[in-house]
C-alpha cells in the first residue's frame, strides 16, 4: 500500500513540474478545485525552505537536514496531488476527486440536474454524508465550502477512502469557476443524453 502511495506522489510531483493532468484525455474538460489552497501552500513551502536553510546554518546534525527537506517536500507533494487531479467531464462521466485518494464516477445519464449552490461546511472532514431535506447528501468539501451541486435520478452507494460507506442522491462539490463548471456538466449531459 504504501509503494502505491508513493509511486501515486511521485506521478503527481512529476505531472506538476511538467504541468500536466492525470487522468484527463485531451477531450476531457477540467474542473479544478484547489485555486486557493495554492498561495498558502507555496507560502509554507517558501518558508519551511528558508527554515530548512537557517536550520542548516545554526544545527550541525544531518538528520535534521533530511527531516526539513522531507517537510518541504511534503507540502510540494500536497500541492501536486491536489492540483494534477482534478474534477472532469468527458462524454460519459462526471469524475469528482479529492487529490490521489478519492475519485467518484457518475454517469452523465444518472444526472438530472446541476446548480450553482455555494454552501460554507464547518468541521475538518473532507466527506460528509447527511439527509438534506430528506435526501441523501454527500458533499466533497475543499476550504471548508462547496458551490455546485449535483442531483441524481436515484441514491447511489460511495465508499470514502477511510472506508465509510453511504448513499447519496446529491453531491456538492467545490470547483474553481463554479458557472463554467456547472456549464460544462449540463453540455456533457445534454450530449450524453442525445447520443443515448
Known amino acids: 500500500m504504501k509503494r502505491i502511495a508513493v509511486r501515486r506522489w511521485a506521478a503527481s510531483l512529476w505531472a ?20 486557493e489552497q495554492v498561495p498558502v501552500m ?6 519551511l525552505a528558508l527554515e530548512t536553510a537557517v536550520v542548516g546554518l545554526l544545527v550541525p546534525w544531518p538528520i535534521v537536514h533530511v527531516l526539513d527537506v522531507l ?15 482534478p474534477h472532469f467531464v468527458n462524454r460519459h462521466h462526471l469524475v469528482l476527486r479529492n487529490g490521489a485518494r478519492f475519485e467518484l464516477a457518475l454517469p452523465l445519464t444518472s444526472i ?7 454552501k460554507s461546511h464547518t468541521g475538518t472532514t473532507t466527506f460528509r454524508f ?3 431535506d430528506g435526501i441523501p447528501e454527500l458533499a466533497i468539501v475543499v476550504g ?9 435520478a436515484e441514491p447511489i452507494s460511495i465508499a ?9 442522491e446529491h453531491v456538492r462539490f467545490r470547483a474553481n469557476e463554479p458557472t463554467a463548471a456547472a456549464a460544462a ?12
Open 130 to 132: 447527511h439527509d438534506e
Open 42 to 47: 507555496l507560502i509554507l513551502t517558501f518558508v
Open 112 to 118: 438530472i440536474a446541476v446548480s450553482l449552490d455555494r
Open 160 to 168: 470514502l477512502p477511510n472506508g465509510r460507506t453511504g448513499t447519496a
Open 144 to 152: 471548508n465550502q462547496t458551490n455546485v451541486s449535483v442531483t441524481l
Open 16 to 35: 506538476f513540474l511538467l504541468r500536466r493532468r492525470i487522468g484527463i484525455g485531451p477531450e476531457d474538460t477540467e474542473l479544478g478545485y484547489a485555486r
Open 185 to 196: 456538466i449540463r453540455q456533457a449531459c445534454r450530449a450524453a443524453v442525445g447520443a443515448g
Open 71 to 85: 517537510a518541504v517536500l511534503q507540502v510540494l507533494v500536497a500541492l501536486a496531488v491536489l492540483v494534477t487531479r
